[in-house]
């Protein structure tokens, strides 16, 4: 958007904010949806065929205004097929490997986050950095992606029946459980306390790493992330939900204690591995408690009330780390960012269960 279409970088922001902003409202209604129609494949189906078909007008465009359709096309996609395919994946797994089922659901999730940008910094490397040749190529995963939730998954069928009436009224959401909106609010804490991995980018820079390495830092931080999420999934099926939520408190504060100490870069990468060490373990495991806790009928609905929340926390964390940073610089940051993770922890162990 900046190097070859000449945007600004307050353009690139105002891009990037809609964007996320428009995927978290949609997701609130494509979870009530497919509680409503008691159907779920449909709209994941729909969500994940729209983000494919957006990836060419990336290649095509001429200026800011078709890149802003496609994005804002590409982040819809990601809201209506989210929630529902949660749902799906609580709907499919039996209760007793849930955890395991969620934890599964990240890892191959992150693999992609990791595996995608690394393929498209070599065919950039190989075609002269022609990216627009990038954007046709990755249609293909985005069509087999579609290809195989279309042939591969069997909907489970809803004993229950669909949802008659509006799950966002006041009664449907009346519904929801205390255990439910204490999962939300636990989500939104932690959320609070771990704010955006662009500052692990930012403190790579700080390290003097070369510029082009930087993204590796990601690459990094999503392979423990990925390693780690299939494992510590499977290990919430067999232990207390609340004392791994607290231990992957622990890993985080020791994370942001470290990313505080200097910016060498040993002593990063061992902040960054544990940081994904952290969203490895707690990410699945909040996913899970949702499903736990939400009726069957409204689990869409709330896995879209629970993103909703999560991502003003998100907001809200990241614009005061920015703050910090500005003012008081990096150290300040991870320091402020271990104090709420150690006051959350409290909170979380002072909770009754």
Do not use: C
Not at 154 to 165: I, K, N, Q, S
Not at 290 to 305: H, I, K, Q, S, W
């Amino acid at each position: 958007m900046v190097g070859t279409l000449g945007m600004s970088a307050l353009a690139v922001g105002l891009v990037e904010g809609l964007a996320e902003a428009t995927a978290l409202i949609v997701k609130v209604f494509s979870g009530a949806l497919s509680d409503h129609l008691g159907r779920r494949k449909g709209l994941a189906l729909f969500g994940y065929a729209l983000g494919a078909l957006t990836k060419p007008l990336f290649a095509i465009a001429p200026g800011a205004g078709i890149v802003l359709t496609a994005r804002l096309l590409d982040r819809v996609g990601k809201g209506v097929r989210g929630a529902p395919r949660d749902a799906l994946v609580a709907d499919l797994a039996p209760p007793e490997v849930r955890g395991a089922a969620f934890g599964l659901r990240q890892s191959l999730d992150t693999v992609g986050a990791f595996v995608g940008p690394l393929l498209a910094a070599g065919l950039m490397l190989l075609w002269s950095d022609d990216f627009r040749a990038v954007f046709w190529v990755a249609v293909i995963p985005g069509l087999l992606a579609v290809a195989l939730l279309w042939l591969g998954v069997r909907e489970p069928e809803r004993h229950a029946g669909p949802l008659r009436g509006n799950p966002l009224r006041r009664e449907s959401l009346a519904r929801l459980p205390r255990a439910y909106w204490g999962v939300v609010a636990i989500g939104a804490v932690f959320t609070l306390a771990r704010f955006s991995e662009a500052f692990l980018v930012l403190r790579a820079q700080q390290a003097g790493i070369a510029l082009a390495l930087v993204p590796l830092v990601m690459v990094a931080m999503n392979l423990v992330y990925a390693a780690s999420a299939y494992p510590f999934g499977k290990l919430s099926d067999r232990m207390d939900h609340r004392t791994l939520l607290a231990a992957g408190l622990v890993v985080l504060v020791a994370a942001d204690l470290l990313l505080a100490l200097d910016s060498h870069w040993t002593t990063l990468l061992a902040g960054v591995a544990l940081w994904g060490v952290h969203m490895g373990m707690t990410q699945g495991l909040l996913a899970t408690m949702v499903a736990d806790t939400a009726p069957a009928e409204l689990r869409g609905t709330a896995f879209g009330m629970f993103s909703v929340v999560s991502g003003v926390a998100m907001l809200v964390a990241s614009a005061l780390a920015g703050l910090l940073w500005d003012r008081l610089g990096a150290a300040f940051t991870f320091h402020a960012g271990a104090l709420f993770a150690g006051l959350a922890l409290l909170g979380l162990l002072l909770r009754r269960t």
